[in-house]
């Protein structure tokens, strides 16, 4: 998928739009802030920004778009409903298609959230020298549920979703300071060194991507992640959403940093 | 007043509660972070909360009540209806009533948002030396209208106001430090020194609050004020809402920094 690593975003975006490109977009449009996305009606769009507003940490706001607006203000030009390469569609919290455009889903009362993601503070951690295992065995981070309650808004509410990178001891303290340079994407860590006080059993099965080794010199390390939206929105039942699929992000106009 | 600087938060609210206290609530429990507030309907609560999410420099959110809600998370015990000195309630943006009290006034859908104030980052301004003209003359700080766009949100939208403090030359680039250290309470200053390029055209005449001198040594610097919400909301001829009077804030459990 390198070759897409020095396009410009809305190059990369027109490539989406036209189904020439439906793959993750790691790497994609490299120096960009990739976002998670949320689509709501907005009878349902006070509550999951409440939601947002009381959980900054796992649902960090890149920007809300007016109900019906497909164009944001951080891609102009961009369309949300055809410049990502994969969207899921729910219906009272089950996933019922997986499609690369959602222009015969769309309607005037759709409230479209773009989330932070952690590709943006990866770069930062990989730029000051802390390797992470996932990029380079070229696997999906490790997330997993956890026992950490997020604040509940009207109908959402759920747990905290987290995502692990393996970090040697000695590097944990700047991993801390690098990531919480970055509060507009899940900043510092939320947890490090004891999965079992958060509610996780067992670091080889993560409830979301890949497993990778964790080392005698290093620690577990705990973001929290942008699942934890989509997780929330299907435990609850909302009659309709539409969300990105895994992996695959919208490439917004805005610089890391 | 000054015999409330040293109460708790909760024993000034009830102070408040009882009616025994209705003036400005300048240096009440001091070290206790103060907050400004606006009551919308829930039909307005979406727009007005993305409105906030879109200009956090005015409009800092400390919390956003869930609907209905009087007792919020900051503050323990407390409650909305009663606990600040003042009132003001607003019917299709005109002014029809000022109160102590708004319990007859209180619907199940009505959603109560808690908005930083400039108390805060003054009181690091004071203790960092830098000396503030309109506490010293105990003056309402000067607020003006500028020509400085916000982003708009459904109905709501218009310029932002700021509050204007005279600062010594020399003491500009601490005051932007120190105010910066507070984006919870409008961060560092939105201009600084050339009040017409923003709108200004004679600061002798605020819009809000009282003028005040202006040595040949400073400069007028200008920060972001909790008053455009209030502002806004006025200009969107919202049908009802309701605020704190100026200067009669809410006191919260939380304390500055």
Redesign the interface.
Known sequence: MNHTTDMSPDAFRLLCRSGSFTGPTAGAASPYIQANMMILP?ED??DF??FC??NPKPCP?VE?L?PGQVEPHCAPGGDIRTDLPGYRVFEHGRLVREVNDIREYWRDDFVTFLIGCSFSFEHALMAGGIPLRHVEQQRNVAMYKTNIPCRT??RFGGNMVVSMRPVKSGDVARAVEISGRFPQVHGAPVHIGHPELIGIRDLSQPEFGDAVAIHDDELPVFWACGVTPQYVAELSRTPFCITHSPGKMFVTDLLNQ
Do not use: I
């Open positions: 907005k769009a006070f920004l409440l507003q009381r706001l809300v007016d808004a009207g």
